[in-house]
């Protein structure tokens, strides 16, 4: 594995939201956002891109979502995140690890 330095993971950024109990698992509004920042210059890590896979855990998808968080320098953070426990632990993650921590507004 190549160790990422600093500069290499500025223009990433990680979308963190919650999923659970949502229709869809909440895909739309993460695809949505992707969108948004991929035309904005972002290079975009979306946690929803492996779909829904079978037999996969919730810890299967924390890990697999904390490896995407590696990449990135910048966390965007869905509406409705504080209520999710999984982007609970990714914000907690951000924010000891100094990424820069972008909110939803709209």
């Given at each position: 594995m190549t160790l990422l330095l600093k500069a290499d993971r500025?223009?990433?950024?990680?979308?963190?939201?919650?999923?659970?109990?949502?229709?869809?698992?909440?895909?739309?509004a993460f695809n949505a956002?992707?969108?948004d920042l991929f035309n904005a210059?972002?290079?975009?890590e979306n946690p929803t891109k492996h779909g829904v896979v079978?037999?996969?855990?919730?810890?299967?998808y924390m890990l697999s979502c904390l490896g995407q968080?590696?990449?990135?320098?910048?966390?965007?953070?869905?509406?409705g995140w504080e209520a999710s426990?999984?982007?609970c632990i990714e914000y907690s993650l951000a924010s000891m690890l100094k990424?820069?921590?972008?909110?939803?507004?709209?």
């Open positions: 500025e223009n990433a950024i990680y979308i963190a939201g919650p999923m659970t109990g949502y229709d869809n698992y909440n895909f739309d956002v992707e969108i210059g972002w290079d975009v079978e037999g996969a855990t919730w810890e299967d968080i590696s990449k990135c320098g910048n966390m965007y953070m869905l509406k426990k999984g982007a990424l820069n921590i972008i909110y939803q507004t709209e």
